[in-house]
């Protein structure tokens, strides 16, 4: 018994718990620093430590900074469902619930939100998560140290996102230096990933990602690999940061304009758009999706509404799907720009006629997509255009790279998996294209190549 007097101890002794959970939970340090994988466990792992903290000692407070308010959220149900599985015996009184927090009878709380820093708060627990996705980094982590400064404990994790930021920097001291570890867990420390984590631990390091994936990977994660262009891959899976110089729209363009206040809908119409709306439709090649998202104009401003995947639908399936996205609201969407390269070109020329002077179907020329491309970067370095948090939309705005061919033409292309090819950038782009005024100069001298 005298075990459950730390939260390991609890939290042992009634869940299931892999190897670097174990580690993580019985690190005293003060600041704890995480370079992990996606689905490995962390958020549930960090409010089932809040909880166990609240058991054992009262008056106990924990604030999460997450992404986004989704992410926010989900924190506080997985705290909820560890104090349901408590023994009635060891479950503190809960006197208030809500979707941001949980109060205690004794004092304790457990606080959650969105990307910002905990300022008033002295001697929490504090775990920022998904760190290096945030906006202003250096501003949350700098707020935050006060809060831990006389007691308490700050806990820095995310997946990796480049070779910038508060996140890599720590990550890369900490990793020059003894005695001041980094818990990194790629995808093959966990069960649920992989087939064999005891032979992946010694020797998948000494593979490449292909063989690794192949030898221990589940079918899960097979899938997810073959959904995947290799960087981003090793980047969300396998704790690489990336280089951010190699991308077109560098993360120090792209993050300014990423407002964590949006939400991504994924209905033929935004619910939450007042505004004038313009759309693009980048029709999907073989395996990979058809994309189309919508913009809302915010004064001198434009507001991603809607990000819209339809994997592998028939043609009449996405006729009817755009009819009703042009017809909703008496008209709102304004324009719609469709690939009308390949295979997209009969769509975008039926569409065309039905909906003369609203859509414009685009031929994908070197040259067009030049235009498009840059134009794309312009509003990101201008910040004319935000994004909402979603890490689907980011990897595949990120991954896209420029090249000069050896006749000296620029290409934009980004590496292709079997199902994905950078298509939300280009429906991104389209979209741009259609609420902007045909004069405007898409070879700003901000832009540099």
Known sequence: MKNLATPYGLLQALFKLEPYQTAFLQDSATMRVVLKSRQVGFSWLFAAEAVANVCLSPGHQAIFVSLNREEAQEKIRYALEVLEALPPAWRPKLKRCSRSGLEFADGGR??????????????????????????????????????????GRITIASTPFGRRGVFWLECDRRMAQ??????????????????????????????????????????????????????????????????AEASWIPYGELLPCVDE??????????????????????????????????????????????????????????????????????????????????IGSYLAEEMAKAFPMRVEPVVFTPRVKESLAVALRIAFQNRDLLIPPDRGLIRQIHSVRRTVTSAGNARFDAESSETEHADKFWALALALHAALPPQRSVTATRVNF
């Open 178 to 243: 003894k005695g001041r570890p980094v818990h990194v867990v790629p995808w093959w420390h966990c069960s649920w990933l992989c087939t064999d984590t005891k032979s992946a631990v010694v020797s998948a390091d000494e593979m490449d990602t292909p063989e690794r994936v192949q030898r221990f990977g589940t079918a899960r994660l097979r899938e997810i690999f073959r959904s995947m262009d290799l960087d981003s891959f090793q980047q969300e899976y396998e704790c690489r940061f990336g280089d």
């Open 261 to 342: 206040s949006l939400s991504v809908e994924n209905a033929p119409y935004p619910r939450e758009a007042s505004g004038e709306l313009f759309a693009g439709y980048d029709v999907g090649r073989t395996q990979h999706a058809s994309e189309l998202v919508v913009l809302e104009r915010q004064g001198s401003r434009f507001v991603v509404r809607a990000v819209v995947s339809l994997h592998q639908a028939e043609y009449g399936v996405q006729r009817q799907y755009l009819c009703d996205l042009m017809q909703a609201n008496n008209g709102a969407v304004r324009r719609l720009c469709i690939d009308a390269t390949g």
């Open 110 to 151: 457990i606080l959650s939100h969105p990307c910002r820093a905990p300022r008033g708060r002295s001697g929490a627990d504090v775990y920022l998560d998904e760190m290096a996705f945030y906006r202003g980094d250096a501003d949350v982590f700098f707020g935050t140290l006060p809060v831990v400064s006389r007691r």
